[in-house]
T-cell receptor
Framework: DARVTQTPRDKVTEMGQEVTMRCQPI?????VFWYRQTMMQGLELLAY??????LDDSGMPKDRFSAEMPDATLATLKIQPSEPRDSAVYFC????WGTGGCTFGSGTRLTVV | AQSVTQPDIHITVSEGASLELRCNYS??????LFWYVQSPGQGLQLLLK??????LVQGIKGFEAEFKRSQSSFNLRKPSVHWSDAAEYFC???????????FGKGTRLHILP
């Protein structure tokens, strides 16, 4: 089965450090989403891309978060500097838009201490 | 703006009993609708989707959902639940016009033996 690959699976970091999360979408998918999941807020859409172009990143704190797709096989989400309130599970998902729902990766569990 | 409401945070049913999880959405055009399931520590798995056509859609694991435009609802059903169905269920809405996929807060399903 084709799958979305996220790395790292778990990340513990100190407040103020830079964190980079990576996602390899399914080959041929043209849409990539980044979501953050917390108990309080549920699943929040942070940003998404179509054909590597950012379509909407209004869900991200702009001063510290950035999302990019340097090529079709890699999406990155960066937090600099990280804060304890960023602790959450971050999911990447990909889709070929219009043909079905998106496929989720296993997530990156981020803990900022 | 699009939104999804799942009015039940927790649902408890006995094994073998029928199940209905509620979902109401807000979207200005014909929506794309989805149900996902998440087991603890896992990513989200697509159960079923509605894009157009028959308003009763069949999914994996014996689930089905019915799109009712007049009620802005997309409720998930299963005639007989199994202990392995215990998980969190998310309803989501997207659309060709807006292209985002927005999730509800989820319903956690508990199964009594």
């Amino acid at each position: 089965d084709a799958r979305v690959t996220q790395t790292p699976r778990d990340k513990v970091t100190e407040m103020g450090q830079e964190v980079t999360m990576r996602c390899q979408p399914i080959l041929g998918h043209n849409t990539v989403f980044w979501y953050r999941q917390t108990m309080m807020q549920g699943l929040e859409l942070l940003a998404y891309f179509r054909n590597r172009a950012p379509l909407d990143d209004s869900g991200m704190p702009k001063d510290r978060f950035s999302a990019e797709m340097p090529d079709a096989t890699l999406a990155t989400l960066k937090i600099q500097p990280s804060e304890p309130r960023d602790s959450a599970v971050y999911f990447c998902a990909s889709a070929f838009w219009g043909t079905g729902g998106c496929t989720f990766g296993s997530g990156t569990r981020l803990t900022v201490v | 703006a699009q939104s999804v409401t799942q009015p039940d945070i927790h649902i408890t049913v006995s094994e073998g009993a029928s199940l209905e999880l509620r979902c109401n959405y807000s979207y200005g055009a014909t929506p794309y609708l989805f149900w996902y399931v998440q087991s603890p520590g896992q990513g989200l798995q697509l159960l079923l989707k509605y894009f157009s056509g028959d308003t009763l859609v069949q999914g994996i694991k014996g689930f089905e959902a019915e799109f009712k435009r007049s009620q802005s609802s997309f409720n998930l059903r299963k005639p007989s639940v199994h202990w392995s169905d215990a998980a969190e269920y998310f309803c989501a809405v997207g659309g060709n016009r807006d292209d985002k996929i927005i999730f509800g807060k989820g319903t956690r399903l508990h199964i009594l033996p």
